[in-house]
């Protein structure tokens, strides 16, 4: 608790502590990315829902509890703080459903959030394809017009579909206008992917999880309602997603400031070797106040939305200074670690999935070519 909460949020920050402290589940959990491990999640992620605790600062109507952005913090900070993990549910809730509330309609919103929430369904990522990662605007998944049935019939591929082979819904984008066009040809579409004209294949990862799919469409259809931001608008609303994936929601402080208080409780645990090691106890300090400076960061961003501004390139630092933080914090866990390094699951696990964030949401490298353009205002090589 910080000393500088207003009352409302110190007792939120109770309420919240005190229920988690009363219904979480059995910890550690399995991984979000087997066939065994996700019905556990979905069982633990219903019963967030049902003490409105999926997504607090939704409105009311939609399984929501009203809750501030500040609160949401809070929320995230307590959710870390008890050792829970990452969300089966978080695509949909932390990527799709900003886009939603800032851009879809009323009927996407009713027919969509509430089941969101309640991990009635799960969504995934469809916008990777073998020929587009980070340069989105040359994908070339099509989607072709159906006058007669309303809609619209999609062909190609996605791939690297995070947690594919489990989710019921995809957000996608696709090419409605001519290559030629680029971004100014896409159009966002809400998927079922439970269609005879859907393929979905598991792609297991070293460790054998099945944590990626690729995923082929051979006509599958979408109906105009199901259109998010209107036809031709892909790349505006792929962003508005974007910026959610690189900054505020899917990555919050507390998932840092938790790893970085077990680093500490690890180094303090540690033997007389460690303790002075000079080397190692410079990178667990550096550690722990990389992770508060991205906290302080959080709460300029915050305050910055609350007082009705936005983000555009700005998601772009946020996104390098996470996921750097991310790989810095793993890898001195396992250098406290020293020869068991290999056999501590929990800190390997975290070691292997933070070597990627470098790579989603947009390399690195694109983002800091974003951040020299857009910010700095450097000119192109």
Not at 140 to 155: F, H, N
Not at 217 to 230: H, R, Y
Not at 312 to 330: F, G, P, R
């Given at each position: 608790?910080?000393?500088?909460?207003?009352?409302?949020d110190?007792?939120?920050?109770?309420?919240?502590?005190?229920?988690?402290?009363?219904?979480?589940?059995?910890?550690?959990?399995?991984?979000?990315?087997?066939?065994d491990?996700?019905?556990?999640?979905l069982?633990w992620?219903?019963?967030?829902?049902?003490?409105?605790?999926?997504?607090?600062?939704?409105?009311?109507q939609?399984?929501?509890r009203?809750?501030?952005?500040?609160?949401?913090?809070i929320?995230?900070?307590?959710?870390?703080?008890?050792?829970?993990p990452?969300?089966?549910a978080?695509?949909?809730?932390?990527?799709?459903?900003?886009?939603?509330?800032e851009?879809?309609?009323?009927d996407?919103?009713?027919?969509?959030?509430?089941?969101?929430?309640?991990?009635n369904?799960?969504?995934?990522?469809?916008?990777?394809?073998?020929?587009?990662?980070?340069?989105?605007?040359?994908?070339?998944?099509?989607a072709?017009?159906?006058?007669?049935?309303?809609?619209?019939?999609?062909?190609?591929?996605?791939?690297?579909?995070?947690?594919?082979?489990?989710?019921?819904?995809?957000?996608?984008?696709?090419r409605?206008?001519?290559?030629?066009?680029?971004?100014?040809?896409?159009?966002?579409?809400?998927?079922d992917?439970?269609?005879?004209?859907?393929?979905?294949?598991?792609?297991?990862?070293?460790?054998?999880?099945?944590?990626?799919?690729?995923?082929?469409f051979?006509?599958?259809?979408?109906?105009?309602?199901?259109?998010?931001?209107g036809?031709?608008?892909?790349?505006?609303?792929?962003m508005?997603?974007?910026?959610?994936?690189?900054?505020?929601?899917?990555?919050?402080?507390?998932?840092f400031?938790a790893?970085?208080d077990?680093?500490i409780?690890?180094?303090?645990?540690?033997?007389?070797?460690?303790?002075?090691?000079?080397?190692?106890?410079?990178?667990?300090a550096?550690?722990?106040?990389?992770?508060r400076?991205?906290?302080?960061?959080?709460?300029?961003?915050v305050?910055?939305?609350?007082?009705?501004?936005?983000?555009?390139?700005?998601?772009?630092?946020?996104?390098?200074?996470?996921?750097?933080?991310?790989?810095?914090?793993?890898?001195?866990?396992?250098?406290?670690?020293g020869a068991?390094?290999?056999?501590?699951?929990?800190?390997?696990r975290g070691?292997?999935?933070?070597?990627?964030?470098?790579?989603?949401?947009?390399?690195?490298?694109?983002?800091?070519?974003?951040i020299?353009?857009?910010?700095?205002?450097?000119?192109?090589?």
């Amino acid at each position: 608790m910080f000393p500088t909460e207003a009352p409302d949020d110190q007792a939120f920050r109770m309420q919240v502590r005190e229920w988690l402290h009363r219904n979480k589940p059995e910890l550690p959990m399995p991984s979000t990315e087997t066939a065994d491990g996700v019905p556990v999640h979905l069982e633990w992620e219903r019963k967030l829902h049902e003490g409105r605790w999926a997504a607090v600062s939704w409105p009311d109507q939609y399984g929501g509890r009203d809750a501030s952005l500040w609160q949401w913090l809070i929320f995230e900070e307590e959710y870390y703080r008890a050792g829970l993990p990452q969300r089966v549910a978080q695509n949909g809730i932390f990527l799709l459903a900003p886009t939603l509330l800032e851009l879809g309609t009323e009927d996407q919103k009713e027919r969509y959030l509430q089941r969101m929430a309640a991990v009635n369904d799960l969504w995934c990522q469809g916008w990777s394809e073998p020929e587009a990662g980070s340069d989105l605007a040359s994908l070339r998944s099509r989607a072709v017009r159906d006058e007669e049935a309303g809609g619209w019939r999609l062909y190609g591929q996605k791939c690297w579909t995070t947690r594919g082979v489990y989710c019921s819904h995809m957000f996608g984008i696709f090419r409605t206008g001519t290559p030629e066009e680029r971004h100014r040809g896409l159009t966002y579409f809400l998927i079922d992917l439970k269609q005879p004209e859907i393929t979905v294949r598991p792609v297991a990862r070293l460790d054998g999880d099945d944590g990626f799919a690729d995923v082929f469409f051979d006509g599958a259809f979408v109906a105009d309602a199901d259109v998010l931001g209107g036809v031709g608008q892909g790349w505006r609303v792929a962003m508005a997603t974007a910026g959610s994936e690189r900054s505020l929601s899917l990555r919050s402080p507390g998932r840092f400031i938790a790893s970085a208080d077990r680093l500490i409780d690890q180094y303090r645990s540690g033997g007389a070797e460690i303790r002075d090691d000079q080397r190692l106890r410079q990178a667990v300090a550096d550690s722990w106040m990389a992770a508060r400076a991205y906290k302080l960061a959080t709460d300029g961003t915050v305050s910055q939305l609350t007082s009705g501004g936005n983000l555009s390139a700005e998601a772009s630092m946020s996104k390098v200074y996470w996921s750097e933080l991310d790989v810095a914090l793993h890898e001195t866990a396992l250098m406290l670690r020293g020869a068991d390094a290999e056999i501590d699951e929990e800190w390997m696990r975290g070691y292997q999935f933070a070597l990627s964030g470098p790579i989603y949401a947009g390399t690195n490298e694109i983002q800091k070519n974003i951040i020299a353009e857009r910010l700095l205002g450097l000119p192109r090589p």
